[in-house]
């Protein structure tokens, strides 16, 4: 199986199909196989597109470190050393929720690698205090709901539908709690969480010149602003998919459909 070593920790990555690179980054607490295999993903873009997926440190196949200081950036830096690893000067990204908030970082820093991205599962955010207070009590919530043992333990129905949703996926045994904790505390995974300043962040937001394309499902309670990425990023898109959640949408055909016209558009014009 093929890893790519950063510094000791081991990262899992796949390779499928032919085309202009598209690099796939899951979400919190699942992998390759439970964001973009067992989703149709894989399917939908391979024939078309050279697929790079990764299962991020502290999941799936990847090392799991137990320590948070191994998370925040250098979860970055592993997107970095994989497509510098696989020569690709640059690509397309495709994030989902954890993942999108990954690729916002990174395109927030090094424009220069990004072909488009597609940010799915995600909503910009400038917190302010009340907010940023409400994502690290998130944060603790989930926190809380890895470290509680037995599941029916557990009181607080949004960290019971958390461990519920988690420990529903078809790669939940491959998932490490201590590890996920220890990238929760990294940082970098919260909604709205960036390395920089408020202001800073808007104007570089706002100098974002590749394509860029938002999608969420309609009943997604994520926090922050839907369509202000289309907002303040030139020619960027944003798309709703009724009726779908933020578990329900990642295998909508309809979020198949828009990404892949998406990627045409961007790679064939």
């Known amino acids: 199986m093929p890893f790519l070593d950063n510094e000791g920790v081991k990262i899992y990555y796949e390779v499928e199909g032919e085309g202009p690179p598209v690099i796939l980054i899951h979400g919190i607490a699942t992998s390759i196989d439970g964001n973009w295999k067992d989703t149709n993903w894989v399917n939908v873009l391979k024939d078309d597109y050279k697929l790079i997926l990764m299962d991020c440190r502290g999941h799936g196949r990847s090392d799991k470190p137990k320590d948070p200081a191994q998370y925040g950036d250098h979860m970055i830096d592993d997107i970095i050393k994989l497509l510098d690893h696989l020569s690709i000067k640059k690509a397309n990204f495709f994030g989902y929720s954890m993942g999108s908030m990954l690729t916002m970082e990174l395109l927030l820093r090094n424009q220069e690698l990004f072909i488009s991205a597609i940010l799915g599962g995600f909503a910009l955010s400038f917190p302010g205090e009340k907010e940023r207070a409400a994502t690290k009590q998130l944060i603790d919530n989930w926190i809380e709901g890895l470290k509680t043992e037995n599941i029916e333990d557990i009181k607080n129905p949004a960290i019971l539908r958390f461990r ?106």
């Open 164 to 269: 519920q949703v988690i420990g529903a996926y078809k790669d939940s045994h491959l998932q490490d709690f201590d590890a996920l904790i220890a990238a929760l505390k990294g940082g970098n995974l919260g909604p709205g969480v960036s390395s920089l300043p408020n202001d800073e962040k808007r104007e570089a937001v706002k100098k974002i010149k590749v394509p860029v394309m938002g999608v969420l499902g309609s009943e997604d309670l994520i926090m922050g602003d839907r369509t202000l990425i289309a907002q303040l990023v030139p020619g960027a898109c944003y798309f709703q998919i009724q009726g779908k959640d933020h578990i329900t949408v990642v295998s909508d055909p309809k979020f198949h459909m828009v990404v892949k016209a998406f990627l045409d558009y961007v790679n064939k014009n």
